[in-house]
């Protein structure tokens, strides 16, 4: 659930893609060697398969569930995007997206202008 994570864990690149992406897709196996590379085969053949029909995927690098060798992320893809050489995920500042969540409950004269991160 989105709405449990922190904020951090909300802004990280990841949870952009998680929240962007049309569907994911989770390869679950053993974790020996054997379990952990047809994992990766059969999703490197997916992605090669889905490119061509104009679908793109991301590896997330992250283990939803238990038993879980690889995630990934998969969208619809255009020429223009398939030429583009980086990543069309934005992640906002801290600032930007608490602003975001705070006009969600406060007027807009009671926003913050300025936000200090303060260690524990």
Do not use: W
């Not at 619809?76 to 705070?102: C, D, F, H, W």
Request: hydrophobic share 35%; proline share 3%; charged share 15%.
């Amino acid at each position: 659930d989105f709405s449990s994570l922190s904020v951090f864990e909300q802004l990280s690149e990841q949870q952009k893609l998680l929240a962007s992406g049309s569907g994911l897709f989770v390869f679950n196996g053993t974790e020996d060697i054997k379990g952990l590379i047809h994992s990766g085969y059969y999703s490197q053949q997916l992605t090669t398969a889905l490119y061509a029909q104009d679908i793109g995927s991301c590896c997330l690098g992250i283990r939803p569930y238990g038993g879980t060798n690889y995630c990934i992320v998969v969208g619809g893809i255009n020429q223009q995007m398939k030429q583009s050489l980086e990543s069309a995920v934005q992640v906002p500042t801290l600032s930007m997206y608490l602003t975001e969540r705070l006009k969600q409950y406060l007027p807009a004269y009671m926003l913050p202008q300025h936000y200090v991160v303060l260690d524990k």
